[in-house]
Antibody, heavy 126, light 109 residues
Framework: EVQLLESGGGLVQPGGSLRLSCAAS????????MSWVRQAPGKGLEWVSA????????YYADSVKGRFTISRDNSKNTLYLQMNSLRAEDTAVYYC???????????????????WGQGTLVTVSS | EIVMTQSPATLSVSPGERATLSCRAS??????LAWYQQKPGQAPRLLIY???TRATGIPARFSGSGSGTEFTLTISSLQSEDFAVYYC???????????FGQGTKVEIK
């Protein structure tokens, strides 16, 4: 059974930093891209960042580029999100998600989220 | 950025009735479209990927259709557990800049 367990959320002041973790189990962690998706209170879903299975490629939404860093430790089956220069608008539940993919005409297309963690709340406020 | 627009914002349906949710992309996303269900206080759950393929364990009453810019999620006969918010998401671009629709809330009529 695939399980994703986030931790590290909490209250932080504007301009501060926080590191989120996501412990994964139930699948071969290093074989899959992983992602972070967030949801502001009462709002919709926003893709934040993704990382390849090896960790060698990383991708970010424009809203967090230059402030957030995604990484992974495949020896520990753990995904991370380092968040710096936090702003009030970063307040959200942050979900860790496994990225799914399918073969389409000989090409692997990835980008949907087939398993999600329960989320961890980050509140940026003074 | 590809903008995903869902309609309606809220859909009032009686149990046992059919629900039809729409999702439109601002440019073609081929069939690289997923649907999720989210209940209050819970994480989203994948329902459909590739526009029409049901995810593991998803009941047959959920079906997806469409390609290009117009997509539909149909729930053939609403059960009590289906009242929730539904999101579409495109994953057509690389490097990724994946985007979600704003959601459709399916409520009890």
């Amino acid at each position: 059974e695939v399980q994703l367990l986030e931790s590290g959320g909490g209250l932080v002041q504007p301009g501060g930093s926080l590191r989120l973790s996501c412990a994964a189990s139930g699948f071969t962690f290093s074989s899959y891209a992983m992602s972070w998706v967030r949801q502001a209170p009462g709002k919709g879903l926003e893709w934040v960042s993704a990382i390849s299975g090896s960790g060698g490629s990383t991708y970010y939404a424009d809203s967090v580029k230059g402030r957030f860093t995604i990484s992974r430790d495949n020896s520990k089956n753990t995904l991370y999100l380092q968040m710096n220069s936090l702003r009030a608008e970063d307040t959200a539940v942050y979900y860790c998600a496994k990225v799914g993919g399918t073969m389409v005409r000989g090409v692997i297309i990835i980008g949907y989220f087939d398993y999600w963690g329960q989320g961890t709340l980050v509140t940026v406020s003074s | 950025e590809i903008v995903m627009t869902q309609s309606p914002a809220t859909l009032s349906v009686s149990p046992g009735e059919r629900a039809t949710l729409s999702c439109r992309a601002s440019q073609s996303v081929s069939s690289n479209l997923a649907w999720y269900q989210q209940k209050p206080g819970q994480a989203p759950r994948l329902l459909i990927y590739g526009a029409s393929t049901r995810a593991t364990g998803i009941p047959a009453r959920f079906s997806g259709s469409g390609s290009g810019t117009e997509f539909t999620l149909t729930i053939s006969s609403l059960q009590s557990e289906d009242f929730a918010v539904y999101y579409c998401q495109q994953y057509n671009n690389w490097p990724p800049s994946w985007t979600f629709g704003q959601g459709t809330k399916v409520e009890i009529k």
